[in-house]
């Protein structure tokens, strides 16, 4: 089986879908079709809270008593 994909330079392709899996580890694909449609495939994941408003582990520990 084959999936459409997009590669960083923005052209189009065909991988195989045994393949699929490494090359959006190694970051060579921005996108692929499935049947729900194109996924974006580096989306970056935001924090909702700065880091500096997380607790540290001790803070954590200590916050349940």
Do not use: D, H
């Not at 923005?10 to 449609?37: N, P, R």
């Not at 989306?43 to 809270?49: D, F, I």
């Amino acid at each position: 089986m084959f999936l459409k994909v997009i590669y960083p330079n923005g052209t189009a392709g065909m991988v195989k879908a045994t393949e699929l899996q490494q090359l959006l580890k190694s970051g060579k694909i921005i996108a692929f079709l499935c049947s729900e449609g194109w996924i974006e495939a580096r989306r970056k994941r935001k924090s909702t809270y700065p880091v500096e408003r997380r607790r540290n582990s001790q803070q954590s520990f200590y916050a349940r008593f």
